[in-house]
Structure formats: structure tokens, C-alpha cells
């Protein structure tokens, strides 16, 4: 969060010289939702969870021994969605940061471990600016000395000092797996009070082991719904029953063991049918020891609950928005890191490279009708639902680069950083991932020795 010179002290004024920069962090390190808590206990999962204007999450307190046997530190920990054995879905390759290829070491697809690992070796430049275990509560328009600023107030969390600073700018990165989405089914809410903690979501999964010898319903059948569902199918009665209302890519469902059905439309009542659901076809299926939802998140940003125009009033997606990057009525606001099924490292990179130049002054945004025009197209193409943000079929490359256009129509500076755009052949691995993924799930162990995507037969026809 930017202070900049007195000469442009008004938000939506250009901004020239950075004279402050302050970063703030919930967690106790680096990382963001790489952070892994296998210990930390559920919170109450609300079933139906509807609501995406919840408060700010609480931590849990854990020893930090538990975590590093060479530390004895209490550290504030929050749930995060990455589960024990969790590897990643994009290739190393695609996955690293532009300017570090270090990532390049691990195996084609990391683990989470290696993730976190790289993720904190690349934030040491900017460290010392990150204030961790403080959590922002509230962001808001205020005035200082006559100048309309944003006031950011935190709250240090082991110490609970509280602390208010102004702001000439905000950068929001505070990612989209906070707040379960689980739906309404009709029964739902009966059958969760018949059968409580039978139903859960994939945010709180971290191992197969819990569901050894149970019937389980997985619904949801993206990356993490159909490794979910192969992992607990390990020690599981079979088949595991996989709910999903589109068909998944071909290589997600070669699973003997595990059985598609369509969505569930009713949760049975207990009078009629012992732990029970009917799907869309009509079949029911009873003894069912554990529903586990995989569908996703709200966008949610409690520390935002004063602002208007508000930023989300639905969750499916944020509003008054332009490029999925600037708030409209105060483009001093920005959001990195909103758009979905993505490789997320370069879209960061892309979106920076914009907003260092435009809050820098070196780029102009359109007008504030041009940027709500674009909104409005987004929306008649996408829709105003939770499709707003999402880029399938390559459209998040495109994205990059354009973000990537615009930053370098810039003036170039000597210290400037800017991410190459995708390429050709980038694109081609980026079609051709889920086959190269599965070649590599094959291998088994052995995929650990797996470096390149060349090992496994895919080489760029180019």
C-alpha cells in the first residue's frame, strides 16, 4: 500500500514518486495459500453456505514446533484449501515466475512443499516491507487534510495493537478461498442436523485416510474435485460416486473404481431413506458416510464491507470493476489475482506491470464511461455470475498479454520489469496440459524424476 509525494496526495490524481510501501500479511510467513495447516482444526462449516459477507476468518494458535521441529513459536495459522499430497496442475514450466526459473528444478508438477518453498525464496527482495500476523479489518474512503485518502486500519495479531495509516493507494491481494461455496439443496439443511459432520467441503480436506472403509459422495469434478475423489478412492468403499453437473476432461475419468453421476437435487429426509440422496437421473443412493463439496469459493472481502459502490454484493464475482484489475469510482483500488482457471503467477505479473505504470502516472486509464462500457461488455459475454472472472480456452494468455501490450506502451525506464508474453509454443503446452499431466500421474513414483514435459513424449511440433 503506496504513499506517495505531496505533490499528488488526491487518490485518483496520477501518482509519480513512491515514497512508502507498506505490505501486510494475515499469515505468519510468506506464501499465501501455499501455506499448508494440516493441524488446524475445521472451523463450523455452515451447510447450505450461501452468504458470502462473512466476517474476517479468526486463526488458530499453534506451536510452531508442530510445523518446524527448530521453532518453538506461536503462530496464527488459517485454513487454506492445500491438502497433504497436493500437486500442481500447471507444468513448472508455465507455473514460474518469468524472472525465476528456479521451479525448473522440482518435478514437472510440484508439490505443494516446493511451491511454498519457491514462493518464499522469491518474496526475500520485498520482505522487510511485509508486516506479518497483521490483518487488515477495515479499508475506506476518508479525508486528510482536505485530501480524500484510504484509510487502512490493522490489527496486529499477537500483540492486538490496532493501528490506522492513510493511504494514497490499495492494492487488494488477498486471493478467493475464504469463504466455502456449498448450495442450497432442497433437504440439505434437515439432512445436515440428521447427519451432522457428514458433510464437508474440499477447503477442510487433507488426506484420504478419514474416509478408510466409507461410501462418499465427491461433488464437483474440476482439478481439485477429481483428484479428491481418486485419492479418497485409495481406501474408500468403491465406487466412489463423483457428482458433476458438465462433463470433465476425458483423462479425469479414467478411474475404475470411480462412478459419475449427475448433481444431486435432493437430500432424502430421514423418515424415508437412511442417509440418502437422490441425483438428477432419478437414482437414489443411501448409506452415505461422507459428502465432500468441491465447488468452490465466494469472493469476499469483509475489510471492504463499508465501500460504495460495494465491491460484491452476490460473491460470484466483484463489480464495478475494469480489466479485473481497477475499481471504476476509484481506480487508486485495485485487485490482483481475481481471474479463475488461470496459470496465476504470470497473470500477476502481467497485472502489475499495468498498475506500477498507471499509479505511477507513466499510463492512463480511459475514462470512467469507457471503463464501465467495458463491464457492461464483459457481462453480455460472460454473463454477471460467478463466469465473470473465469478465462478458459487460453483467453487468461490473451489476457496476459495484453496486460503486457499496455504496460510497455509506458516510456521505458532503465529499472523497468516487464513479463514477456506467451507464446506459440507456450500455448501449446498449455492445450496439451491435462495429457501431460496424466502421463505423469502414470509414471507413479517415478514421476518424481520427472523434469520435463520431453520425458514423457510431448516436445512443441514448432
Known amino acids: 500500500m503506496p504513499h506517495y509525494d505531496r505533490l499528488s496526495r488526491c487518490a485518483d490524481a496520477p501518482f509519480h514518486v513512491v515514497s512508502n510501501v507498506d505490505l501486510f500479511e494475515q499469515q505468519s510467513s510468506t506464501g499465501g495459500v501455499w501455506n499448508h495447516a494440516s493441524r488446524a482444526p475445521r472451523e463450523e462449516l455452515r451447510v447450505p453456505q450461501t452468504n ?14 508442530d510445523i518446524d521441529s527448530e521453532s ?51 518474496a526475500e527482495p520485498v520482505r522487510h516491507l511485509i508486516r506479518f500476523c497483521t490483518q487488515v479489518y477495515d479499508i475506506r474512503r476518508d479525508s486528510e487534510n482536505g485530501q480524500d485518502r484510504w484509510l487502512v486500519c490493522t490489527r496486529d495479531l499477537k500483540s492486538h495493537k490496532v493501528m490506522e495509516r492513510y493511504y494514497d493507494a490499495v492494492a487488494v491481494a488477498s486471493g478467493h478461498h475464504y469463504v466455502p461455496r456449498l448450495p442450497d439443496i432442497s433437504g440439505i439443511r434437515a439432512w445436515n442436523e ?33 483428484d479428491i475423489a481418486a485419492q479418497i478412492g485409495t481406501v474408500s468403499k468403491h465406487p466412489v460416486l463423483n457428482s458433476k453437473r458438465s462433463e470433465a476432461p476425458e483423462f479425469r475419468r479414467e478411474i475404475s473404481w470411480k462412478h459419475e453421476v449427475p448433481e444431486i437435487v435432493e437430500f432424502l429426509p430421514p423418515t424415508s431413506a437412511r442417509q440418502a440422496v437422490r441425483f438428477a437421473n432419478g437414482l437414489v443412493e443411501s448409506d452415505i458416510d461422507a459428502v465432500v463439496f468441491c465447488t468452490g469459493y465466494y469472493y469476499s472481502f469483509p475489510f471492504l464491507s463499508s465501500l460504495r459502490p460495494a465491491i460484491s454484493t452476490t460473491g460470484e464475482r466483484v463489480e464495478n470493476i475494469y480489466k479485473h484489475l481497477f475499481y471504476t469510482p476509484h481506480p ?21 506491470s499495468v498498475l506500477a505504470r498507471i499509479w505511477s502516472g507513466r499510463l492512463e486509464l480511459p475514462s470512467a ?28 494468455f490473451h489476457y496476459h498479454n495484453e496486460m503486457v501490450e499496455w504496460a510497455l506502451q509506458a516510456k521505458p525506464k532503465k ?31 517415478a514421476r518424481f524424476s520427472m523434469r520435463s514435459a520431453r520425458q514423457l513424449g510431448f516436445q512443441f511440433p514448432g
Open 52 to 65: 458470502p459477507h462473512q466476517p474476517l476468518e479468526e486463526p488458530t494458535w499453534v506451536d510452531d514446533h
Open 72 to 122: 518453538t513459536a506461536i503462530k496464527p495459522v488459517f485454513t487454506t484449501p492445500i491438502y497433504d499430497t497436493l500437486e500442481s496442475n500447471i507444468p513448472h514450466f508455465l507455473m514460474r515466475h518469468s524472472d525465476d526459473p528456479s521451479l525448473e528444478n522440482e518435478p514437472l508438477f510440484a508439490g505443494h512443499e516446493s511451491v511454498l518453498r519457491y514462493l518464499n525464496t522469491y
Open 415 to 445: 529499472t523497468d520489469a516487464v513479463p514477456p508474453e506467451w507464446r506459440e509454443m507456450d500455448s501449446w503446452f498449455r492445450i496439451n496440459t491435462p495429457a501431460i499431466k496424466k502421463a505423469f500421474a502414470e509414471k507413479g513414483k
Open 332 to 352: 487508486s483500488l485495485a485487485f490482483v489475482g481475481l481471474p479463475i482457471k488461470i496459470v496465476p503467477f504470470r497473470t500477476y505479473e502481467g497485472q502489475g
Open 369 to 396: 464511461s469507457a471503463m464501465r462500457t467495458w463491464e457492461e461488455e464483459r457481462i453480455a459475454e460472460q454473463g454477471s455470475g460467478k463466469r465473470f472472472h473465469e478465462m478458459r480456452n487460453l483467453t487468461d
Open 194 to 226: 440428521a447427519y451432522p459432520k457428514v458433510i464437508s467441503h474440499s477447503k477442510y480436506y487433507r488426506a484420504p485416510e478419514e474416509f478408510k472403509d466409507k461410501k462418499v459422495v465427491v461433488i464437483g469434478n474440476s482439478a481439485s474435485g477429481s
